[in-house]
């Protein structure tokens, strides 16, 4: 990307810096609030207006003085905002992500996009209706490693790809379940909300690894298997596994967020002849091959901001359209659709007391060995796993916000990821 004043002086959203509009600036949305900040130096953006319940304070803004409003839709006209970017909590997704599309105002939407993929669809499908554009925040997909790693495989550098797997081994304490109401959920209030291993904190594993394999559409999975537990005492996963069928192959991606010893997730490519790791939050590369040295290099990445600024100005390619996340969501249908998690058995599952937290002891093995072997945690012997087959994911979905009468309110209110 060329630097700001490579920019044309104006376009069909207005002049730079183009206005734009946080929805939800606390919790995951202090990273936006930083990186918007990053871009209004270099002249790209400028924050018009901040969206929350409760207004940051002078601190929070460091002295900057911006527009507050807990009405979204008003702030988006009092504004004039050209980019909206949307950091609430996953329910919230569609019903705001459509006031902006009906104003003409261009979408940031943090991922997952949607609980579910029919709401998925009447997002994407309600966009595009209103002309305007959405980049999805799957933020590792801007890494540059991304379509190097594509062209590997295209060339044969590991020969012929036999699989992608994926592994994520983190950590949550307790409190990470207390943040908000919706933490840890599957349906709140008869809403879906979906939060666990695999569709939130570790999306990027699964999204990741279909761009890899060449699967993002809808139409590229024919099957998903899950396997979903918790060791906290939550309705959602912590620990999951989940295999998905392609026509380019298999892609398996196990997660933890009750790793003994955390690390860096990553996407594990299989050729005949050799493998690539990739570190996706490093944007750093492993490529082993036979009759080669291990070859490691680190690649740049384009912020998903700044890229969606290009495209409204210069006509770049956008990175991440809802419909290259398509796949994705079928792997959210698939879990919000199988049955709920299991909980771990007593034995299972130690407290770590110091950290205020759960471990899975032998679960960092586990995670590793599936994005080895592309087996779930049944066939590597776990015996509290419990398979879960979605055989035909493009057909007609169930509908999504089934009532849970026992869960508490979500409503469309915008309070911190």
Same mark, same amino acid.
Request: proline share 4%; with cysteine.
């Given at each position: 990307m060329r630097a700001a004043e490579g920019f044309p002086s104006s376009t069909s959203t207005g002049r730079l810096p183009l206005p734009v509009v946080l929805a939800g600036a606390r919790g995951h949305g202090?990273?936006? /609030? %930083?990186?918007?900040?990053?871009?209004?130096?270099? #002249?790209? =953006?400028?924050?018009?207006?901040?969206? %929350?319940?409760?207004?940051?304070?002078? &601190? *929070?803004?460091?002295? @900057?003085?911006? *527009? @507050?409003?807990?009405?979204?839709?008003? /702030? /988006?006209?009092?504004?004039?905002?050209?980019?909206? /970017?949307?950091?609430?909590?996953?329910?919230?997704?569609?019903?705001?992500?459509?006031?902006?599309? #009906?104003?003409?105002?261009?979408?940031?939407?943090?991922?997952?996009?949607?609980?579910?993929?029919?709401?998925?669809?009447?997002?994407?499908?309600?966009?595009?209706?209103?002309?305007? =554009?959405?980049?999805?925040?799957?933020?590792?997909?801007g890494s540059h490693a991304v379509p190097a790693i594509r062209k590997l495989i295209a060339q044969g550098v590991i020969g012929q790809l036999t699989g992608i797997g994926g592994a994520g081994a983190w950590a949550r304490d307790e409190a990470y379940y207390r943040r908000a109401p919706w933490a840890g959920k599957r349906r709140l209030n008869g809403v879906d909300v979906i939060d666990g291993a695999l569709t939130n904190p570790l999306a990027?594993?699964?999204?990741?690894?279909?761009?890899?394999?060449?699967?993002?559409?809808? %139409?590229?999975?024919?099957?998903? &298997?899950? %396997?979903?537990?918790?060791?906290?005492?939550? &309705?959602s996963d912590d620990t999951s596994c989940v295999r998905i069928t392609t026509p380019r192959g298999r892609v398996t991606v196990a997660a933890t967020l009750c790793a003994e010893r955390p690390g860096e997730p990553y996407v594990l490519v299989h050729g005949s002849s050799g493998r690539i790791t990739f570190w996706y939050k490093q944007d750093r590369v492993l490529v082993q091959r036979s009759g080669h040295g291990p070859e490691e290099i680190e690649y740049g990445r384009t912020d998903l901001l700044e890229n969606l600024v290009a495209h409204l100005t210069e006509g770049a390619g956008l990175l991440v359209t809802p419909d290259a996340t398509g796949a994705f969501m079928k792997v959210v249908e698939a879990i919000r659709q199988a049955p709920d998690p299991l909980a771990l058995p007593a034995d299972a599952w130690e407290p770590l007391p110091?950290?205020?937290?759960?471990?899975?002891?032998?679960?960092? #093995?586990?995670?590793?060995?599936?994005?080895?072997?592309?087996?779930?945690?049944? &066939?590597?012997?776990?015996?509290w796993a419990r398979p879960n087959r979605f055989p035909n994911p493009t057909s007609k979905d169930v509908p999504s916000n089934v009532p849970n009468e026992a869960a508490n309110k979500v409503g469309s209110e915008v309070s911190t990821r």
């Open positions: 202090r990273w936006h /609030l %930083e990186n918007i900040r990053r871009l209004q130096d270099k #002249g790209l =953006v400028r924050l018009a207006g901040i969206c %929350e319940l409760t207004p940051l304070s002078a &601190e *929070e803004l460091n002295g @900057q003085t911006v *527009e @507050q409003s807990a009405d979204f839709g008003a /702030l /988006l006209d009092s504004t004039g905002a050209a980019i909206a /970017l949307i950091c609430t909590p996953i329910p919230t997704h569609t019903d705001l992500a459509l006031i902006a599309a #009906g104003k003409g105002v261009h979408l940031l939407l943090e991922k997952p996009p949607a609980p579910s993929y029919a709401e998925f669809r009447r997002m994407a499908d309600g966009v595009a209706a209103a002309g305007v =554009v959405c980049q999805i925040g799957f933020q590792s997909l990027h594993a699964v999204a990741t690894a279909l761009a890899l394999n060449g699967s993002t559409r809808a %139409e590229d999975v024919t099957a998903i &298997e899950t %396997e979903l537990l918790h060791a906290n005492d939550i &309705e110091e950290e205020n937290r759960r471990v899975v002891p032998g679960i960092d #093995g586990l995670v590793a060995a599936a994005a080895d072997t592309l087996a779930l945690y049944s &066939e590597l012997g776990a015996s």
